[in-house]
């Protein structure tokens, strides 16, 4: 037993090093030097000026009216994508776990099939970022309030997909294997037997993705939809920074809030 | 009728998992109404038999019927029609910890409902079953337990809401898997008697695994001894002989190896 904790410990020392090691080899590769890190005057001078606005942010009507517009459209787009990418992702990860099949289903290679493809179709969909796929929209298709909203759902209904189906597959057996038992159909074993067990995790998660399609639905303005996103762009433009400001503690502002409440709404959810 | 009259029977079942033989050509029959008790040490087979009764578990070699059903051939549609009238009392209970006893209980009834009729009575339960579920869990003792959250009941209670599911299951008979191994010594009796009763009351056949060969005799006219897999008497308590008694605990390592 003390021999196994040991080799255990050798392992992680193992990978900890292996991090490090390639921590320095992509600095090298990269030819990153630390001198390279401190701006030069005249960026330097850009920069300073950036981060001084942020203590005079504009607080003119006008302005605030706008990042108050804008917030709301963030958020509307946030909660459509969110909303779209757990239909997705409850269906998705339906498809993806194993927990609701009936015994001997593993045996059975179209099954198997269908699971292989699934999952693959899932770690396809979220391995491209929001950001990518917006970028595809753009050259494709052209971009508009759709696109934008696709563009987040598509890796979300991927990462709903894995976790829930994830979730799922880790909830206790016992009571899908006695309402199988009783006669139960397999979708009805995973709907009362399985989900409900893992409802609350899911929920919680639910949450937290939210607080991600938020950031993701005011970066997707940059593309041209009235978030949050689109007036900084226009105001970095302008290099006017107090209005940049403005719109970035809209955005932190947000976050804040949404956050103080879905942690007071997540505890409730556990107890 | 004849054969397709009694309510379970197996026919020289055997179930091995691998090499091990988890049961050894078993046969017996159980008729509509009867109360069968089957005792013997743990790792003896009793789980196993009970799971072969409603096709949890299939047979490698011979056959097995229930409700007038061979389970070993039987298409996964009608396994279920089958099962949904057998109520099963898991060792372990088996409930949904987070859901309300009202909501534990309705899920008797998924076997025999459609998927909408389904989801309605978990969310909106109909006044019928609601009446229909206030009784049953009146007959088991937790009547007020109703919208109580399952995971805060004691264990006690929790195993009369596994009843009341099995119950609301209106099963032609019941399968429970050592009922008494979850709750404290002194509510076993508790259990084994409402158990009885129930069935009793309303024509149950009743199959029960048990450790407690005193509870057993107390409790039902017929006990099946069961050890290693295989079936060593299948008797009233009154005639049980009491070197067939000794015989089915005896923990000397070389009558295992023989059996």
Sequence with gaps: MAKRLDQNLGSRRLLLLGIVAAGVLAL????????????????????????????????????LLIAARAALTTLRFAALATAISVVGGFV??????????????????????????TRALITFMRSVHELLWAVLFLTAIGFSAT??????????????AKIFSEMIDEAPRAAADALGASGASPLRVYLFGLLPLALPDILAYILYRFECALRASAVIGFFGIPTLGQYIKLAFEDLNYPVVWTYLYMLIAMVIIFDLWSGSARRRIAH | MGESASHFRLDAASVSFGKVDALDRVSISIDPGERVAIVGPSGGGKTTLLRLLNGIVRPSAGSVTALGEALGSLPAERLRE??????????HLALVPNL??????ISGKLGRRGLLRSMRDFLFPGSAD??????????????????????????????????????????????????????DPARARDTVSLLTELSEEDG?????????IELASEFFPRIVGLRAGRVLFDSSPASLEPSAMRELFDLSPGEALKA
């Design chain 1, 92 to 117: 998705l990860g339906f498809l993806g776990s194993t927990a609701w099949w009936p015994p001997g289903a593993r045996r059975n290679p179209l099954r198997l099939g269908a699971l292989v493809a």
């Design chain 2, 130 to 183: 609601l009446e229909q579920i206030h009784a049953i869990l009146e007959r088991v003792g937790i009547a007020e337990k109703l919208y109580e959250r399952t995971d805060r009941l004691s264990g006690g209670q929790q195993q009369r809401v596994a009843i009341a599911r099995a119950l609301f299951q209106e099963p032609l008979a019941l399968l429970a898997d050592e009922p008494v191994s979850s709750v």
């Design chain 2, 100 to 105: 309300r006893v009202v909501q534990n209980v």
């Design chain 1, 147 to 160: 696109a934008g909203v696709i563009a987040i759902a598509i890796p979300f209904i991927g990462t709903f």
């Design chain 2, 204 to 212: 149950l056949t009743l199959c029960m695994s048990l450790h407690n």
């Design chain 2, 82 to 91: 089958v099962r949904s009238r057998i109520g099963f009392i898991h060792q």
């Design chain 1, 28 to 63: 090298v590769q990269l030819g990153i030097t630390p001198g390279e890190m401190i701006p030069s005057d005249a960026s330097g001078a850009g920069v300073g000026k950036f981060f001084l606005a942020a203590l005079t942010p504009a607080t003119g009507a006008d302005t």
